[in-house]
């Protein structure tokens, strides 16, 4: 029979070698008339208003492909679309926001979108027609049925768009007969092999699908980092790592999580080159109402499976990032630790996925906010593959998880995926190395390691080396961390310095008084959106027996580049404004943390303020009363015994309070100092040959831990930077686990300074 693409009295194309539009009942598609006088002319040229056209088709042909038929209803109207570099070809989301907070709701705000445009020098005639599918399984399938759904009605059409690559000097008459002679349609054995390289498919179905998510977890970044915990006043050796490339981890193909979802779902095809081929598969934004109650997403593997797949690929990935030895004894040392990993990882991927609100999901919910189609996963196949056939006939059965488990089937999950990028943001590894790495990695002298996870995806690497205690701070009740963590690329020859953020963690495990301390220390932070809510929870937690809270703050240059200090020249500040500033935030935070006298900044009902910090320190330094002129300075501790003096005759009821009140007092100058070499390290960091830069970097950031920051002061140091980096201003980010995201008997919030 006849195939026949007509334009006023012009046919374009007749009966020749079609792909898939070939057909036993005659096909009549006609342009609109005035189409027809450019027909001789390049696309270039086409006006705007003609660029999109519609399409009629007489009287209504039908294609039977492998097990699905596609018929054109007659009168209905299809497209036909010119589109010219720059001009996008489809446009999709592929992530959302995630981080699901106690209190206000997550942002519904869409994301920006994803756009395929057409390259410079290129362009594409596209021909979009509307089908009926038949041959699937009925909308009435008992539910967890796989398989693509047919039209329920003669009202149901799903659009199948074809994308052929042409380009801009080519003539439309031209360009509409190689599209509809090389018309690819989709769901059947032939459709990649059918497809040009160049070509695009992009179609519509609803189906109740197969998939799964967990073919890699992600490795975000390796913090090299010069550690000091605040509970260890000397440090050991810094790391030198040295022409290390960041390794990146993937894992087997076997599946951390399958699940059925069930909706209305959209793909784009296409290949690289002759023997491979992609496909994107979406969430469409449309719901198919006659899918009725079977519509949406159900977890299909047990926690127990997610928990042993996570577990076996942080084990894997530790052996990749940890030299030999080591690498076996952390692994060995650290399985309670990698399976609280694995199961907080678990849990909020299970808790995307069950329903919720109505029988939704989580993740259904969110996908629905960004008004956009939302790219599930991305799938790659190898038309080379023994045992493609097979494969991809699995996967348009429906059943993408077997498709991936065919041996030899040349099916793989990209990284470009949502749920991948999704999976790979909850259960990315940040791992914390501390204490004293030699050379490069095959060289590493640590001994007696021991692994600490701190949630939120942080493990931190402990060590001792010899009879030195480098990092002992786990302990059961109490725990308070301050570090810094540094980046460095020592690749090409040279040394490249990353960015510098200042840590600070606070820690209460199974001590009801300090998880109570946490949240009021929360509560006293500049106020932020779902900040009361995450302080009230970890109050209600600490009150219940073996529960962990925590709360974890991170400043990253620019905030604390924010803060203001006095210049000291031979000592002496050229303006004392700055460090009276962060001398009374100091105070204050002390005042609201600590009941007791003087570590509240206060002594028998006087304040503990700047000016008697001021005469304390010149008396401790020079002489009291202070000569004409006298300044303080910081940055020298002086005499002590002269320092106690002037304070017993300021405060004479004191006795053997008062060398705690000069203790106070000498916190007070370390965290002045702390302020100002903070914001000295703002400055960008340069480079250079070898690792000079970096071992100068490490040095300072041992030598500020050491000598700026008290001990016992350490949470006020924090509290008071909250303010002074944020300039009275919310933070920038306040995370926390939403209930079911994480282990009810523990519970982390991190609080972000940019």
């Excluded at 550690?227 to 894992?251: K, T």
């Excluded at 493609?388 to 077997?402: H, R």
């Excluded at 304390?616 to 005499?639: D, F, L």
Aim: glycine content about 8%; overall charge negative; charged content about 15%.
């Amino acid at each position: 029979m006849s195939f026949n693409v007509t334009a006023g009295s012009r046919n374009i194309t007749s009966t020749g070698p079609l792909k898939d539009l070939k057909s036993n009942v005659q096909s009549d598609f006609r342009l609109p008339n005035e189409v027809e006088s450019y027909l001789d002319q390049p696309l270039s040229a086409l006006p705007a208003n003609l660029r999109s056209v519609g399409v009629d088709c007489v009287p209504g042909p039908s294609w039977s492909l492998g097990r699905f038929m596609f018929t054109l209803s007659a009168g209905v109207k299809s497209r036909l679309a010119v589109m010219l570099p720059g001009d996008p070809l489809l446009t999709f989301a592929d992530e959302f926001q995630t981080d699901i907070a106690i209190g206000p709701g997550a942002d519904a705000a869409p994301p920006p979108p994803r756009t395929i445009p057409v390259p410079a020098g290129q362009a594409y005639l596209c021909v979009e027609l509307e089908f009926q599918i038949g041959g699937g399984i009925s909308v009435e399938a008992p539910a967890g049925t796989v398989g693509i759904c047919a039209s329920a009605s003669g009202q149901d059409t799903f659009g199948n768009a074809f994308y052929r690559k042409c380009t801009p000097s080519a003539t439309l008459h031209d360009a509409i007969r190689d599209a509809f002679a090389n018309y690819v349609l989709p769901l059947h054995p032939l459709t990649l092999a059918n497809l040009d390289p160049g070509d695009y498919l992009h179609h519509e179905f609803n189906a109740c699908l197969e998939v799964g998510l967990g073919a890699s977890i992600g490795l975000s970044k390796v913090l090299y980092a010069a550690q000091a915990p605040a509970s260890i006043p000397r440090m050991g050796g810094p790391i030198q790592a040295l022409n290390m490339a960041l390794p990146s981890f993937q894992a087997c193909a076997k599946l951390a999580f399958s699940f059925a979802y069930t909706g209305a779902f959209e793909a784009l095809l296409w290949k690289d080159n002759p023997s491979t081929g992609h496909m994107h598969l979406f969430r469409s934004r449309e719901q198919d109402a006659t899918l009725g109650l079977h519509l949406g997403v159900g977890l299909g593997s047990d926690a127990v499976h997610g928990m042993a797949c996570m577990s076996q690929q942080c084990g894997a990935l530790m052996g990749k990032v940890l030299p030999g030895t080591l690498a076996q004894k952390f692994i060995g040392v650290a399985s309670d630790e990698m399976n609280n990993f694995a199961g907080e990882g678990c849990k909020k991927v299970a808790s995307w996925l069950e329903p919720v609100n109505r029988g939704k999901a989580t993740l259904d919910i969110a996908i629905e906010s960004t008004k956009q189609s939302f790219l599930l996963l991305d799938y790659a196949f190898d038309l080379t593959a023994p045992a493609f056939n097979s494969a991809w006939q699995t996967a348009l059965a429906g059943d993408f998880v077997a498709a991936l488990t065919t041996p030899n089937g040349g099916v793989q999950i990209g990284a470009g995926g949502g749920l991948e990028k999704l999976y790979s943001k909850k259960t990315s590894v940040h791992l914390n190395l501390f204490g004293a790495l030699n050379a490069v990695w095959s060289d590493a002298t640590i001994h007696n390691t021991s692994m600490i996870y701190a949630g939120n995806n942080t493990f931190h690497l402990m060590a001792e080396e010899g009879r030195q205690q480098l990092a002992l701070i786990n302990n059961s009740k109490r725990q308070i961390d301050i570090y810094f963590a540094a980046q460095a690329d020592f690749s090409g020859g040279t040394t490249k310095l990353g960015p510098v953020e200042l840590h600070c963690v606070l820690k209460a495990t199974n001590n009801p008084k300090y998880g109570k301390y946490l949240a009021n220390f929360l509560n006293l932070m500049s106020p932020a959106a779902g900040q009361s809510a995450l302080a009230q929870s970890i109050a209600a937690l600490a009150a219940a027996p073996n529960t962990t809270e925590m709360v974890h703050l991170i400043f990253d240059q620019t905030s604390y580049g924010r803060l203001r200090a006095s210049s000291l020249t031979n000592g002496k500040p050229d303006n004392e404004a700055p460090d009276q500033q962060n001398y009374a935030a100091f105070a204050q935070a002390c005042s609201k943390l600590f009941a007791e006298s003087p570590a509240n900044f206060s002594y028998a009902g006087q304040s503990l303020g700047y000016t008697v910090w001021r005469n304390w320190n010149i008396a401790s330094n020079n002489q009291w009363p202070a000569p004409p002129g006298a300044v303080p300075n910081r940055t020298a501790s002086g005499n002590f015994a002269a320092g106690q003096s002037f304070l017993d005759t300021e405060f004479p009821q004191a006795g053997t309070v008062t060398p705690l009140i000069g203790y106070a007092l000498q916190a007070a100058s370390d965290f002045m100092s702390f302020c100002a070499d903070l914001k000295s390290l703002s400055t960008p960091n340069s480079g250079g040959s070898a690792t000079a830069a970096w071992d100068s970097l490490v040095a300072r950031l041992k030598s500020i831990i050491q000598s700026d920051v008290s001990q016992d002061f350490a949470a006020p140091a924090g509290l008071a930077l909250t303010w002074l980096c944020s300039s009275g201003n919310s933070p920038d980010e306040v995370r926390g686990p939403a209930p079911g995201l994480e282990d009810t008997n523990s519970i982390a919030v991190t609080v972000t300074f940019s």
